[in-house]
């Protein structure tokens, strides 16, 4: 259950009239979010998802809301945030912070085949190049630096094994992040957490991709190595699976082919893609929020992807 702030009917019959989406007719929770109030709601018109944000702000949204706005008018499969009739998407629904998007058709593939990750390979390509002239400017929020500053946090809760591989990780890639190569990459704005969960497939048709709110500007190439890292693998081992990460990055080769450095850069993108989901759980793991509500995911699955990715040869880019 995830529904931190209840809406019904009554509240929205007033608040409805600044859209002209018709008179609501029903209003459902989710159950499935963990960091907002997210609810599917019917209206005359259509069906919308309507989301109370609870821990972003006023100034933190517009990034991610007019970034959905920008991609879904470059024709880049993604919820639309509805405008109100003074033409803004940023509204305010018992004091807090709310949208009203568009509902995605289907459900998440969470048993992934090769016809899945192409899809997801070519929309993510698309992605970022219609990005590419986006005007507003944020850092992935979970890069480089909250790594550096999460890792003495979560050091002292770990045993000595799973210490010196997380010193080790970042301190390669810190170095990483000096060289001519990491210079090289081409970047802009990026999901980030772009994991099975939060992509819609109705049947092997793609619908669109959600849940933007870890998107920031980062390497496109990062952004490919979070997929690749959750739909192209053996969850139980975290290994790769080499026929889903080949359908997937030859579909988003074909759409936008990797530059040279990016080749270079993979395998040490695929252990940045693993680090930054292993830093995360291990906080959300050690150090719970307050009235948090859901069990935490399992730090170890990415340990053992970040091992897999150190030990094991990945594949070629192209
Ligand atoms: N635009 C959308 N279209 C269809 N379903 C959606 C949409 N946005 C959210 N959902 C549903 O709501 C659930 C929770 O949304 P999500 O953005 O993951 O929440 P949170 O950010 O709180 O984790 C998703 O798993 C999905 O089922
Ligand atoms: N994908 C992340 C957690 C983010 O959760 P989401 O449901 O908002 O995508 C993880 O698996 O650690």
């Not at 509902?103 to 070519?122: N, Y």
């Not at 952004?223 to 790769?240: K, P």
């Not at 989901?277 to 150090?287: A, I, K, N, Q, V």
Request: with cysteine; charged share 20%; net charge negative.
């Amino acid at each position: 259950m995830a529904v931190f702030t209840p809406v019904n009917l009554d509240d929205l019959t007033d608040w409805m009239h600044q859209f002209k989406l018709g008179k609501p007719l029903a209003i459902k929770g989710i159950a499935s979010g963990i960091e907002n109030s997210n609810f599917f709601l019917t209206t005359e018109t259509g069906e919308f998802v309507l989301t109370i944000f609870e821990q972003l702000s006023f100034a933190q949204l517009p990034f991610y809301l007019h970034l959905m706005r920008h991609l879904a008018e470059r024709g880049v499969l993604v919820p639309v945030p509805i405008a109100n009739q003074q033409g803004e998407i940023i509204h305010t629904l018992h004091g807090k912070p709310a949208s009203i998007v568009t509902k995605l058709e289907g459900a998440s593939q969470l048993d992934p085949r090769p016809v899945h990750c192409a899809a997801v390979g070519a929309m993510l390509a698309k992605m970022h190049m219609a990005g590419e002239d986006f005007g507003i400017r944020q850092p992935n929020l979970r890069g480089l630096d909250w790594w550096q500053a999460t890792t003495p946090v979560v050091l002292p809760y770990l045993p000595e094994d799973q210490q010196h591989l997380l010193r080790a990780e970042i301190h390669a890639q810190e170095a990483f992040a000096a060289s001519a190569i990491y210079r090289q990459l081409p970047h802009g704005p990026v999901h980030a957490d772009l994991f099975r969960n939060n992509v819609m497939f109705d049947g092997e048709r793609l619908t669109g991709f959600f849940d933007f709110y870890f998107a920031g500007c980062d390497t496109w190439i990062f952004d490919v190595a979070v997929t690749v890292n959750d739909w192209c693998i053996d969850l139980e081992t975290g290994a790769l699976d080499f026929a889903r990460a080949r359908a997937m990055l030859d579909a988003y080769h074909a759409v936008r082919p990797f530059n040279e450095a990016e080749k270079h850069a993979w395998k040490p993108v695929l252990q940045a893609g693993a680090l930054r989901f292993w830093l995360s759980r291990l906080y959300d793991f050690h150090l719970p929020r307050e009235a948090e509500m859901l069990t935490p995911h399992d730090p170890t699955h990415f340990e053992r992807i970040l091992r897999q990715r150190i030990e094991n040869p990945v594949p070629q880019l192209y």
